[in-house]
């Protein structure tokens, strides 16, 4: 493990499948506690954990969808299937805020499925771009140094070398 090395990630889209009824957010429907988490996310960021030293969940969210979130992640033992700390879960109601709460954390690596909110994280060295639509695709020549990865598998490798 390399201490200084601190991990975000947006939970919506990157943990989360999205794909369960093509919103940002699977969370819009009454049966929120059946969206499915991302292939291969659960595992990887239980392989991820002990690599770093904090592992921190920065999720936009207004206060029904964070109830929600947290219900879900009660619901499915993310906690203990992840090894994250629910101390390290941390929401804000405005994409932008994500950029203060990296700073405040020290967070060195951050992965989102939004370039919106990527351009925000100057502070963050490290940035991934993880199963975004084509439209986000598309910014990444607006930003190089935003890597792209496709699946959790990929983002793994990347995230453990």
Known sequence: MTCNRILGLDFGGV???????????????DNYLRTSAVSGALESIAALV???HAVYIVSTAGKNTE???????????FYQKTGIIPENVR??????????????LDVTHFVDD???????????????LLNADQKDKE???????????????????????
């Not at 943990?15 to 429907?29: E, H, K, Q, V, Y």
């Not at 109830?67 to 033992?77: A, G, I, L, V």
């Open 91 to 104: 929401f804000c109601r405005y994409r932008q805020a994500k950029a203060r709460i990296c700073r405040e």
């Open 50 to 52: 002990p690599r770093f």
């Open 67 to 77: 109830r929600k979130t947290r219900e879900w992640m009660e619901y499915h033992d």
């Open 114 to 128: 939004h370039m919106r909110v990527l351009w925000y994280l100057d502070s963050v060295p490290n940035l991934y």
């Open 15 to 29: 943990i989360t499948d999205r794909a369960n009824d093509n919103t940002d957010n699977s969370f819009l429907g």
């Open 139 to 161: 910014m990444l020549s607006q930003t190089p140094q935003v890597k792209s990865v496709d699946s959790w598998g990929e983002l793994r490798k990347l995230l453990e070398g």
